[in-house]
Each structure stands twice: as structure tokens, then as C-alpha cells.
């Protein structure tokens, strides 16, 4: 089997930090997005990739080849944003009418991925959410088969969430239904949807079920971001015993990368540190900081800290008498 993983976005949501780096490259709980993606497909056995990239794709495409040399990785170019349908038809010439996994690149999900593989029909991962109109959505048969799917429905029927994984067995009915919709310039707010090709193959006969995921982490916000690094942290329970700077306290659950320079500081709980980041008189919790950023004289809580980025605070030195009342609030 093989997995598509499209990361061609912009990432307008987490701006500015995808000024400078793609989004499927910020860092969560230690790694980038992405690399949890592809650790967990790998451990499922998937080992043949094609991943769609545009905005600052050579940086997606360096980092997966220096990370994953052991693993066979195409490349496809999408040069506009024309929506997911049109990112997975880029990729029909590398697909021999063979099985698919598709993963959205921003897409960090709890699912038993052995046994999605294993299913019989093609199927697709679902969540109930509170606001369905904010995504993809199935509408389900008494029998639990897939009746209908829409797109960010103005008035929705279901609150069944499409997460962002897919099982395609049928993937030539696939292409064949996003070509049609390319041909016939069918859209849906101005993008070739993946949701309106996969309802055509239902049109067209194609048999789809649902499977729920526990935890479904859209990484498109700095709020949600900081949520699935607090989560990722706690499961993957890092040993913070080796961490030893000078008049330090750490909090776990904690990550911090290599050669910092950490000092009069108290980290966590809930804070990822990148390499080389520095740390001097900080309190930081709830928060990522990206690698070789300085922070120093600071408290900062549920912050998002990019690369190579400098905050440094006040310093005071205060002689107050008694009775007397300062606020700096």
C-alpha cells in the first residue's frame, strides 16, 4: 500500500511562523508534524510515499530525505492552491490501481492504522465534532455505510467530521472521479474537494464505511497546536531525570532538544524546547519554542515561539519600603 501525504498549503492559520516554514515542519512535542505522520505509517509498514509540496516544498523535501533515507519517497509538484482533489490527481501517474492511504499533512490522529489497512471496503476516519460546518462531513446508512458526503454543508444533516485519513481500495474509481470533477470544472468554493470526488464514487456504486478515531488533532491553529503539544508530551513521556541546568526546575511533561543553554529558569509542564534554544530567568509553560530562539527575563504561558526568535523582557532591581504598592499590570 501506499500513502499520499499532501503538504502544499500555505498555512495562512499559524501565520507568522509559516512565513518562513512550511506548517507540516513545525515542531510539536519534539518533532515536526510531520515526522509524527510518517513515524506512525512506518510503524504501520507502509513504506512507498508521495508527498504533493508547493509553498516551500524544498524545505519538506530536505527535511524527509535527510530524516527518512530508508523509505521510497516521490515528489509532486502543486504550484497552486487548488484544493485537495487536485493535490491527489497530481499523483495518478505514480498510483498503479493499487491501494491508498491519503493523510492530510496537518493531520495527527489516534487510529489503529494496521487495521484500517486491513479493512474491506474503502473507509474513511471520523470524529464527532460541535460545529460541522467547519469541515468535510458523512452521512450515514442504517446499515453504516457512507450515504452521502459534503463539504463544509451550510446546514449539516451529520456531525461526523471528516479527520483527514483516508483508505481508498478502488484507487483508479478515485482518479477517474477527480478527473471528471477537473474536466467538468466542478468545484466547491473554488477548489477541487477530495470530499466531492469520493462522492462521486459513491454515485458511481463504490461502497464506503466510517471508523472513529479517539483523538483527532486538526494542527491548523496556534491554540490547537499547543493542545496536541500538551497531549503528544504525556503520552510520549520523555525523561526529563537527565535535564540538569544550573537553578533550574522542570516540570514534566517537558522536551527539550539538544545543546541548550538553559539557566534561573522553571520549564513546564506542557513545553517543547528546540536545539540550541537559550533560556535564562524564564518561566515558560504550555508552550513551544522553537530551536536556537532566546528567551530570557520572561513568563510566558501558552506561547508559540518560532525559530531563532529573541525575547528578552524587563530586568529591574527594586528597593521598596514598607506599606508600598506596585502594579505593573
Known sequence: MKAIIPVAGIGTRLRPHTHTQPKALIPIAGKPILAHIIDALVEAGIREFVFIIGYMGDKIENYITTTYPSIQTDFVIQTTGRGTGHAIWLAKDLV???????VLGDTIADVNLK????????TLCVKKVDDPRLFGVAELNT???IKRLIEKPSIPKSNMALVGIYRIKESKALFDAIDHNISNKITNQNEYHLTDALMRMIEQGV?????????????GKKEILL??????????????????FDNTIIIPPVFIGNNCTIASSIIGPN????DNAIMNYAVVKDSIIGPY????????DRSLIGNDAVFIG????????????????
Not at 498503479?96 to 491519503?102: D, F, N, R, T, V
Not at 528597593?319 to 504598592?325: A, K, L, Q, V
Open 271 to 274: 513545553v517543547s524546547i528546540g
Open 143 to 145: 446499515d453504516g455505510s
Open 115 to 122: 487495521q484500517l489497512m486491513e479493512a474491506p471496503t474503502t
Open 96 to 102: 498503479e490501481s493499487e491501494e491508498l492511504l491519503i
Open 227 to 244: 493542545d496536541t503539544n500538551a497531549t503528544l508530551l504525556k503520552r510520549l513521556n520523555y525523561d526529563t531525570s537527565n535535564y540538569k
Open 314 to 329: 524587563m530586568k529591574q532591581s527594586l528597593n521598596i519600603g514598607d506599606s508600598t504598592e506596585i502594579n505593573f499590570g
Open 293 to 300: 530562539a532566546q528567551i530570557e527575563y520572561a513568563i510566558l
Open 207 to 219: 461502497v464506503m464505511k466510517t471508523v472513529d478515531v479517539d483523538n483527532w488533532f486538526d494542527c
